[in-house]
């Protein structure tokens, strides 16, 4: 407990530093883009010189850049990520409402790529160069080409479309009245095809790594040494040599989830699922910069946090690394 409350700590105090670096580097980014929030809204709506200036006036744009950093920095030390203009409301409320949809669509994707990707990769490394390996192999390869957006738009035509078997966009269905276990459902079954866009891409990435770190194990001391006390090859594939080539996937989890939540903002475009990365396209498209801020502040603190508990179950599984790691 003390070696991971070590790790802990080291780790949460390493992260403040990024969380600055992400911060005003977003800003500073968002600074040399062209136009702001005032010349996205009269785009739309229209309005004169003085309509302008009484906006730039009104949401602060009339400041220099340094000086809205200084006074954004200063607000986010109170935890207060701002005022969305789009919305007319507090940053964080509008990216908490959102955020529970993004972390169902990626911890859905996440269970599913790495259970069935474990499991395959174990079917196909428990007897390397079978047929069913190089079949298995060749798939997911094939799979981890796709692009994610080709991939969710082709399920949709399938499965929406033609066979009319789910439903084609949402996370539900709009005015039903459902409650509880019924509504439950009624997400489940909305976010089948999103989840399986987003997951089957990471699925071929967990099976090749599992099939590869199992081929390595295949030729330790270890395993020859079970092999030839005649131990019986399932009991090796699943004790010795599976087990030995997990760890490997679980330090993936933590390096893919960068990768997920960036492939979730494809999905819910594709899909109109209401997280973040619908979140985040509104704000651009209305260049609101403190939404667009917030939005990739709590990302980072996500990735983060996610990357913390991978750490911690890696700590877990191989006792070495976690007391390696918070002596360092």
């Given at each position: 407990?003390?070696?991971?409350?070590?790790?802990?700590?080291?780790?949460?105090?390493?992260?403040?530093?990024?969380?600055?670096?992400?911060?005003?580097?977003?800003?500073?980014?968002?600074?040399?883009?062209?136009?702001?929030?005032?010349?996205?809204?009269?785009?739309?709506?229209?309005?004169?010189?003085?309509?302008?200036?009484?906006?730039?006036?009104?949401?602060?744009?009339?400041?220099?850049?340094?000086?809205?950093?200084?006074?954004?920095?200063?607000?986010?030390?109170?935890?207060?990520?701002?005022?969305?203009?789009?919305?007319?409301?507090?940053?964080?409320?509008?990216?908490?409402?959102?955020?529970?949809?993004?972390?169902?669509?990626?911890?859905?994707?996440?269970?599913?790529?790495?259970?069935?990707?474990?499991?395959?990769?174990?079917?196909a490394g428990a007897r390397p160069g079978s047929a069913r390996d190089r079949f298995l192999s060749i798939g997911s390869l094939a799979l981890y080409a796709v692009p994610g957006f080709w991939l969710a738009l082709v399920l949709t035509i399938v499965?929406?479309?033609?066979?009319?078997?789910?439903?084609?966009?949402?996370?539900?269905?709009?005015?039903?009245?459902?409650?509880?276990?019924?509504?439950?459902?009624?997400?489940?079954?909305?976010?089948?095809?999103?989840?399986?866009?987003?997951?089957?891409?990471?699925?071929?990435?967990?099976?090749?790594?599992?099939?590869?770190?199992?081929?390595?194990?295949?030729?330790?001391?270890?395993?020859?040494?079970?092999?030839?006390?005649?131990?019986?090859?399932?009991?090796?594939?699943?004790?010795?040599?599976?087990?030995?080539?997990?760890?490997?996937?679980?330090?993936?989890?933590?390096?893919?989830?960068?990768?997920?939540?960036?492939?979730?903002?494809?999905?819910?475009?594709?899909?109109?699922?209401?997280?973040?990365?619908?979140?985040?396209?509104e704000a651009v498209g209305s260049r609101d910069t403190p939404l667009l801020i917030g939005i990739i502040l709590v990302s980072a603190v996500l990735v983060i946090v996610i990357n913390l508990?991978?750490?911690?179950?890696?700590?877990?599984?191989?006792?070495?690394?976690?007391?390696?790691?918070?002596?360092?």
């Amino acid at each position: 407990m003390n070696r991971a409350w070590r790790l802990l700590k080291r780790r949460l105090v390493g992260s403040i530093p990024v969380l600055l670096i992400v911060v005003i580097g977003s800003f500073l980014l968002l600074e040399a883009a062209p136009g702001d929030a005032v010349d996205a809204y009269v785009a739309s709506v229209g309005g004169d010189a003085g309509m302008i200036e009484a906006l730039r006036q009104s949401w602060g744009l009339d400041a220099s850049p340094m000086t809205r950093l200084v006074a954004y920095l200063w607000a986010l030390l109170h935890l207060d990520l701002g005022h969305s203009v789009a919305f007319s409301r507090p940053v964080l409320d509008v990216v908490l409402e959102r955020l529970p949809n993004t972390l169902l669509l990626m911890g859905a994707a996440t269970a599913l790529s790495f259970a069935l990707g474990t499991a395959l990769g174990i079917i196909a490394g428990a007897r390397p160069g079978s047929a069913r390996d190089r079949f298995l192999s060749i798939g997911s390869l094939a799979l981890y080409a796709v692009p994610g957006f080709w991939l969710a738009l082709v399920l949709t035509i399938v499965f929406s479309v033609e066979l009319r078997w789910l439903p084609l966009s949402g996370m539900e269905t709009i005015a039903s009245g459902k409650t509880g276990h019924a509504r439950a459902l009624d997400i489940a079954w909305h976010m089948v095809l999103p989840v399986t866009s987003l997951g089957l891409i990471y699925l071929a990435l967990y099976l090749r790594m599992m099939r590869a770190g199992m081929a390595e194990v295949w030729r330790m001391d270890f395993t020859l040494a079970a092999r030839a006390r005649g131990i019986p090859r399932r009991r090796i594939v699943m004790s010795h040599v599976a087990r030995n080539a997990l760890l490997p996937l679980v330090t993936m989890l933590g390096l893919q989830s960068a990768q997920m939540l960036g492939g979730s903002v494809v999905i819910e475009s594709v899909f109109s699922v209401p997280g973040l990365g619908r979140l985040a396209q509104e704000a651009v498209g209305s260049r609101d910069t403190p939404l667009l801020i917030g939005i990739i502040l709590v990302s980072a603190v996500l990735v983060i946090v996610i990357n913390l508990l991978v750490d911690i179950a890696y700590a877990a599984l191989d006792p070495r690394v976690g007391a390696s790691e918070a002596n360092a």
